[in-house]
DNA sequence: CTGAATCCTTTTGGATACTG
DNA sequence: CAGTATCCAAAAGGATTCAG
């Protein structure tokens, strides 16, 4: 390895959650294993394409496993590897911050929508 | 507040450091008070534009503070605010994760970019 | 039910040149 | 030095449709 490829671990790990959905997934992996329709249901207004897609971002990547028991109708489970375990105790911190800050998020949320709305004026 | 906007907190924290220099942008503000041009030179290989515009956000999301000097030659400091401390230590153990994994990962984009490789061809 | 394939829109980031 | 303005390329996400 003659570079190192980023400048603090923070770098490393955003890489690997890269993608607009891959937290929420890890959240809800985090949580016990869940079949396909189930953690798409749970994710909410997410396209097949974008979530399959990331999913197998992740299980390539070593942070989940995916579990075909190749019958019909089709049956696909997805939970976490050891791995990606210790990136979702990880992330809890980041969690909670959320948690606690929510109604402060929230706010930013609406400014920034304004100065969007403003901006298009 | 009808709804929650977020599904968990996570979502609402990656909600305020979504973009691609935030959270570099919060690290190297967390050791300290750095002018415009040290930090960009910290960060390395990003344009004005979208480190101007990603601490612009910061500043109008209240986590980080702007101090200009107001002198010629121009002379501005940025820094992180209370709020955004916390942020930045809730952080802290992502940072770590990535540190500790760093090899893991490095690997993970080794193999990504032969993934996206084999895909062109 | 799970997922592949295609097309399309939006968003994001970057290069460059210019200013007080 | 610390930005601003414009133009542009690339990537990411989404809608829809189809298949085993």
Redesign the interface.
Known sequence: ?KKG????????????LGGKWK??I??HLAHGTRRYGELRRA??RVSDKVLIQQLK?LQ???IVDRTDFGEIPPKVEYSLTA?GR??G??????????????????A??V??KA?EHRHAA
């Open positions: 390895m490829a980023f400048t603090c671990g923070l770098d490393a790990a955003l890489f690997v937290p929420l890890l959240f994710i909410g971002e390539a990547d070593g791995f210790t990136l105790k990880a992330l809890v911190p980041l969690c909670e911050w959320g948690t606690r800050n929510s109604s402060g998020v929230e930013i949320m400014r920034r100065r």
